[in-house]
């Protein structure tokens, strides 16, 4: 147990390994595209690479329309926007803060719901029961790239004349019983961040079959020229530049070898943690296509011995950066948790449990038994490291 970090061992990494590590690109291609661009003399506005991009991530989602934006978040804002959207958006708490916080920015009020106790997947039973007078969207997540059940979500929708969006920002490339992620509900929404299985540096991108909606958004995004009506918000400047379309291009040309190295990095995780007693990796649907661009753990302390916490401060001091994704839930944070207080038991229960493990094409099969290696000990002596770990915090106080 000693030969922890966190009791002054060596660090079983040199260098932090993060989650989310840039996904390999081929920097020769990039740079090509780059000087393409500077001899082009189009920076950003729709430029040729912004269109190329969007003609390609409308193929992958199925969908006759792409709107290319600087970032996810933003891309939700406009979506909301476009959408004439007023009162409240029906979300899980289980996501990044990100998606709450689009709603928030433009005056919409957020209403949390529960997810299923294993998936982490929005209740379609709690949003029919979240409904009501001041209700004008349902927002759902596809957590951790796993797709919302879609079928319950569209007919509670569709039964409320509810439009139904999808933050799909960690869904690029998964599917849906066969079906691509970008083709449900209303409208869709990708994130290309340097930390997404594709990446534009920043990046996002609406996709939709509504082609009246998808003229909105583009509209929007650019200050709102070109608005056939008036919209009550005018516009915004929500265009991706021809920088980030380069890097987005260039990374979804890595897109199969990315998810290829994933995929063997999830199933060593899932192999080597099969025997680790009380940790158990969230399993993907094996007839789906998956990104597997996050690796999920969940941590059950009876036997463990040790909770999720001190697991992730065990692995910190390998240099291993584990995350607790997510916790806190969206309704334990500012502004919403001081609003009434609202009780998911199973969000409650999932967030203080769960912690994503270093993943991505920078993260070699040596590095993932490793730090398997760091968990497998950690709760081997799981009680004793808990023990020793809080009569240290002990002392310190
Ligand atoms: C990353 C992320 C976002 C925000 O994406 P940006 O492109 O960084 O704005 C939104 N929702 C979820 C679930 C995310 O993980």
Same mark, same amino acid.
């Given at each position: 147990?000693?030969?922890?970090?966190?009791?002054?061992?060596?660090?079983?990494?040199?260098?932090?390994?993060?989650?989310?590590?840039?996904?390999?690109?081929?920097?020769?291609? &990039?740079?090509?595209?780059? =000087?393409?661009?500077?001899?082009?003399?189009?920076?950003?506005?729709?430029? $040729?690479?912004?269109?190329?991009?969007?003609?390609?991530?409308?193929?992958? !989602?199925?969908?006759?329309?792409?709107?290319?934006?600087?970032?996810?978040?933003?891309?939700?804002?406009?979506?909301?926007? *476009?959408?004439?959207?007023?009162?409240?958006?029906?979300?899980?708490? &289980?996501?990044?803060?990100?998606? /709450?916080?689009?709603?928030?920015?433009?005056? &919409?009020? $957020?209403?949390?719901?529960?997810?299923?106790?294993?998936?982490?997947?929005?209740?379609?039973?709690?949003? *029919?029961?979240?409904?009501? $007078?001041?209700?004008?969207?349902?927002?759902?997540?596809?957590?951790?790239?796993?797709? +919302?059940?879609?079928?319950?979500?569209?007919?509670?929708?569709?039964?409320?004349?509810?439009?139904?969006?999808?933050?799909? !920002?960690?869904?690029?490339?998964?599917?849906?019983?066969?079906?691509?992620?970008?083709?449900?509900?209303?409208?869709?929404?990708?994130?290309?961040?340097?930390?997404?299985?594709?990446?534009?540096?920043?990046?996002?991108?609406?996709?939709?079959?509504?082609?009246? #909606?998808?003229?909105?958004?583009?509209?929007?995004? =650019?200050?709102?020229?070109?608005?056939?009506?008036?919209?009550? !918000?005018?516009?915004? =400047?929500?265009?991706?530049?021809?920088?980030?379309?380069?890097?987005?291009?260039?990374?979804?040309? *890595?897109?199969?070898?990315?998810?290829?190295?994933?995929?063997?990095?999830?199933?060593?995780?899932?192999?080597?943690?099969?025997?680790?007693?009380?940790?158990?990796?969230?399993?993907?649907?094996?007839?789906?296509?998956?990104?597997?661009?996050?690796?999920?753990?969940?941590?059950?302390?009876?036997?463990?011995?040790?909770?999720?916490?001190?697991?992730?401060?065990?692995?910190?001091?390998? =240099?291993?950066?584990?995350?607790?994704?997510?916790? $806190?839930? +969206?309704?334990?944070?500012?502004?919403?948790?001081?609003? /009434?207080?609202?009780?998911?038991?199973?969000?409650?229960?999932?967030?203080?449990?769960?912690?994503?493990?270093?993943?991505?094409?920078?993260?070699?099969?040596?590095?993932?038994?490793?730090?398997?290696?760091? #968990?497998?000990?950690?709760?081997?002596?799981? !009680?004793?490291?808990?023990?020793?770990?809080?009569?240290?915090?002990?002392?310190?106080?």
């Amino acid at each position: 147990m000693s030969d922890l970090a966190l009791f002054g061992g060596r660090s079983a990494f040199l260098h932090p390994v993060h989650v989310g590590c840039p996904s390999r690109v081929d920097r020769a291609r &990039l740079f090509d595209r780059l =000087n393409w661009v500077l001899d082009n003399q189009w920076l950003t506005n729709g430029g $040729p690479l912004a269109l190329e991009l969007e003609d390609r991530v409308a193929e992958i !989602a199925g969908v006759r329309n792409c709107v290319a934006t600087c970032n996810a978040t933003t891309a939700l804002q406009l979506l909301f926007q *476009a959408a004439e959207l007023t009162g409240e958006v029906i979300m899980p708490s &289980l996501s990044f803060a990100a998606t /709450a916080h689009a709603a928030r920015w433009i005056g &919409l009020d $957020p209403v949390f719901v529960d997810v299923d106790p294993l998936t982490g997947s929005m209740e379609p039973a709690a949003v *029919a029961k979240a409904i009501g $007078p001041r209700s004008a969207a349902i927002l759902g997540v596809h957590l951790w790239g796993r797709p +919302c059940q879609v079928d319950d979500l569209e007919k509670v929708a569709a039964d409320h004349g509810l439009p139904l969006f999808f933050d799909a !920002a960690h869904a690029t490339g998964c599917t849906w019983r066969g079906r691509a992620v970008g083709g449900f509900g209303t409208a869709e929404v990708f994130s290309f961040h340097a930390t997404k299985v594709v990446n534009a540096f920043e990046g996002g991108a609406v996709v939709t079959d509504d082609d009246e #909606l998808a003229q909105r958004v583009r509209a929007l995004h =650019n200050f709102g020229i070109g608005l056939s009506d008036s919209s009550p !918000a005018g516009g915004t =400047n929500g265009k991706m530049s021809e920088a980030s379309a380069a890097m987005a291009l260039t990374s979804l040309d *890595a897109f199969e070898d990315t998810v290829r190295h994933n995929r063997a990095n999830f199933h060593l995780y899932s192999e080597e943690l099969a025997d680790v007693p009380g940790l158990s990796v969230i399993p993907h649907d094996r007839d789906e296509r998956h990104n597997y661009q996050y690796v999920i753990v969940a941590v059950e302390e009876s036997a463990t011995g040790i909770g999720r916490d001190l697991l992730i401060e065990v692995l910190r001091a390998e =240099n291993a950066m584990a995350k607790p994704y997510f916790s $806190p839930p +969206c309704h334990q944070l500012e502004p919403y948790r001081s609003r /009434a207080p609202v009780e998911l038991p199973h969000t409650e229960r999932l967030a203080a449990r769960v912690l994503a493990l270093p993943t991505g094409t920078s993260v070699s099969r040596e590095d993932i038994r490793r730090v398997c290696n760091v #968990l497998r000990l950690a709760v081997s002596y799981g !009680a004793d490291v808990t023990t020793r770990w809080n009569r240290m915090k002990g002392g310190r106080e």
